[in-house]
């Protein structure tokens, strides 16, 4: 199993600001890719019940904007979601502008940061700019924690077919 836990969702509203830790037992690398790449998003996004169209546009590179907005079969938009990349290092760090149609697209500035540790890596998520809107960052905060879910459940998965893969020549027992 990729996730080994994650660990909490801090919420400061009279701050404006939120925090989430997360541990994986996946690479940084790994980590970057599932939330950055177009076609692995929309496996992950809304967890076992995913939206039947994710889009995802733009590449992780400091200057450009990115966006995304999920539907539901009848199109009807859900979500959207969009802003500018501040800073990146991948896969160690995203810094980025963030408008939420929930939230009446007031900006907001979300910071990604990916640690490697032994056995996988750790993912610090801060999203800052709620002052004066503890409603909007209290809901920000339940968001990313179902986020967060969703993904360690993809990863999950992803390492439950790895591990159920044919054996090998090198790991066969006789």
């Not at 709620?130 to 390492?159: I, K, M, N, T, V």
Request: aromatic fraction near 10%; glycine fraction near 10%; include cysteine.
């Amino acid at each position: 199993m990729p996730v080994l836990k994650l660990n909490q969702v801090v919420i400061h509203p009279n701050s404006g600001s939120l925090i989430a830790v997360a541990d994986f037992k996946v690479a940084p690398e790994r980590l970057f890719r599932a939330l950055t790449a177009p076609e692995e998003i929309g496996r992950w996004w809304g967890g076992t019940k995913p939206l039947p169209s994710v889009l995802w546009v733009g590449v992780p590179v400091k200057g450009t904007s990115w966006r995304a907005e999920g539907s539901r079969m009848e199109g009807r938009a859900v979500f959207t979601v969009f802003g500018d990349f501040l800073d990146v290092d991948a896969p160690r760090r995203i810094e980025a502008t963030w408008h939420g149609s929930w939230d009446r697209l007031a900006m907001t500035r979300l910071s990604l940061r990916l640690e490697p540790v032994a056995g996988g890596s750790v993912l610090t998520l801060m999203h800052q700019g709620f002052l004066g809107r503890p409603d909007s960052c209290r809901r920000q905060g339940r968001l990313w924690y179902l986020a967060l879910r969703w993904l360690h459940a993809y990863l999950d998965a992803e390492a439950g077919k790895e591990v159920r893969a044919a054996p090998t020549a090198a790991n066969r027992t006789a």
